[in-house]
């Protein structure tokens, strides 16, 4: 079974600071995502990443996929108390298009 | 609205009796997956459809049947559920697999006494 590593498990921070999630895996993704879920509900789609150095950006989020896809991480800037949830990322290996491995996830919590 | 939809949203039930948890999605997709998700475990997939008929094991398939027989639907069966199948289950459908965004349904507490 493959493993997708997150850290740090939890995080409780002030409104305004910066916060910085990682996802490594000792095997290369095909493809990388970072998921959002809030108590009571399903994960939310953020990103997929599938170039080896990709940056992308959603507003106060960025997320960078490793240049060697076995890593990624989700930066956010300025955090806000809305950003509170459960991070997770998902990983893809590439033997086939329906198997999804999650990482643990990082539960945030950003207090006003 | 596009959704996946799944019942019942919470259970309680007996150590050995059969139960079904239903998804239906109303997108047209291809892909569907059924996940458990426990503390400190994370999501763990159980098993997933590329299309109707075509059904594959996940990363935890033991104790759980699914079949997809319609595209829309993709239930999850429990033949003799035991305690340790008390979970958070979550269906989800994609329009075809992975990397393709995962809509997910909004859950099913699941509890075996």
């Known amino acids: 079974t493959q493993l997708l590593e997150q850290s740090p498990q939890f995080l409780s921070i002030q409104e305004g600071e910066n916060l910085t999630v990682y996802c490594n895996s000792s095997?290369?993704?095909?493809?990388l995502q970072w998921y959002r879920q809030e108590p009571g509900e399903g994960p939310v789609l953020l990103v997929t990443?599938?170039?080896?150095?990709e940056v992308k950006k959603l507003k106060r989020l960025t997320f960078q996929f490793g240049d060697a896809r076995k890593d990624s991480s989700l930066h956010i800037t300025a955090a806000q108390p809305g950003d509170t949830g459960l991070y997770l990322c998902?990983?893809?290996?590439?033997?086939?298009?329906?198997?999804?491995?999650f990482g643990k996830g990082t539960k945030l919590s950003v207090k006003p | 609205e596009a959704q996946v939809t799944q019942n019942p949203r919470y259970l309680i039930t007996v150590t050995g009796k059969k139960l079904t948890v239903t998804c239906s999605q109303n997108?047209?997709?291809?892909?569907m997956s059924w996940y458990r998700q426990d503390p400190g475990l994370g999501l763990r997939q159980i098993y997933y459809?590329?299309?109707?008929?075509?059904?594959d094991k996940g990363d935890v398939p033991e104790g759980y049947k699914v079949s997809r027989k319609e595209k829309r639907n993709f239930p999850l069966i429990l033949e003799s559920p035991s305690p340790n199948q008390t979970s958070l289950y979550f269906c989800?459908?994609?329009?075809?697999?992975?990397?393709?965004?995962?809509?997910f349904g909004p859950g099913t507490r699941l509890t075996v006494l």
């Open positions: 989800a459908s994609s329009y075809k697999g992975v990397p393709d965004t995962q809509y």
């Open positions: 095997s290369v993704f095909s493809s």
């Open positions: 990443v599938v170039t080896g150095g």
């Open positions: 998902a990983g893809d290996y590439g033997g086939s298009q329906g198997n999804l491995i």
């Open positions: 997108m047209n997709h291809e892909y």
């Open positions: 459809s590329m299309n109707v008929e075509v059904t």
